[in-house]
T-cell receptor
Framework: GQQLNQSPQSMFIQEGEDVSMNCTSS?????WLWYKQDPGEGPVLLIA?????ELTSNGRLTAQFGITRKDSFLNISASIPSDVGIYFC????????????FGGGTRLMVKP | DTGVSQDPRHKITKRGQNVTFRCDPI?????LYWYRQTLGQGPEFLTY????????KSRLLSDRFSAERPKGSFSTLEIQRTEQGDSAMYLC???????????FGPGTRLTVT
């Protein structure tokens, strides 16, 4: 089963609002990745994080690798309608090889 | 565009039939991964290759599933004697060895009736 707890499961916000979502685990991760998935498509990489405490931005998106290496968060500022989709965190678990472990996803809905 | 490609995008089959999916990774990537995603869930790892060698297999990969990457380039995933529980999106990803980032293809949606 999945070892990443992602929250919230869904969000319905007004256009222009900021959004925050996070992933937590009881296990240590070496890499954190954030993906966005549209219906019927594969996940698209948004941000990659490699070191504890790292804070990385990609346009209106900002993500951080938690200091304990057990969590990560993603913020989206000034949301727009095209931000709609499902956001997944994923990580490389320490000692678990090269397979990604995914969270359950956060479904984002934006009201224009 | 030279991203990961998958074929077919959709497959409908009857229970008991065999199906095969193909994945073409990003050309310079030596690692190739297969994941399965059911509705409302995140992707789950199935198996991965480094060049032509299959290095890891998940317990999700039953005996009815087999994956190959004969020349270290494209890969195929075959499911024999399909069951309704095999209905899912099958995703392929690729990466360079030593890099944590995996790039995903568009997926193959399998429906078993």
């Amino acid at each position: 089963g999945q070892q990443l707890n992602q929250s919230p499961q869904s969000m319905f916000i007004q256009e222009g609002e900021d959004v925050s979502m996070n992933c937590t685990s009881s296990s240590i991760f070496n890499t954190w990745l954030w993906y966005k998935q549209d219906p019927g498509e594969g996940p698209v990489l948004l941000i990659a994080l490699y070191k504890a405490g790292e804070l990385t931005s990609n346009g209106r998106l900002t993500a951080q690798f938690g200091i304990t290496r057990k969590d990560s968060f993603l913020n989206i500022s000034a949301s727009i309608p095209s931000d709609v989709g499902i956001y997944f965190c994923a990580g490389l678990l320490e000692g678990a090889g090269n397979m990604l472990t995914f969270g359950g996803g956060t479904r984002l809905m934006v009201k224009p | 565009d030279t991203g990961v490609s998958q074929d077919p995008r959709h497959k409908i089959t009857k229970r008991g039939q065999n199906v095969t999916f193909r994945c073409d990774p990003i050309s310079e990537h030596n690692r190739l991964y297969w994941y399965r995603q059911t509705l409302g869930q995140g992707p789950e790892f199935l198996t991965y290759f480094q060049n032509e060698a299959q290095l890891e297999k998940s317990r999700l990969l039953s005996d009815r599933f087999s994956a190959e990457r004969p020349k270290g380039s494209f890969s195929t995933l075959e499911i024999q004697r399909t069951e309704q529980g095999d209905s899912a999106m099958y995703l392929c990803a690729s990466s360079l060895a030593g890099q944590g980032v995996q790039y995903f293809g568009p997926g193959t949606r399998l429906t078993v009736t």
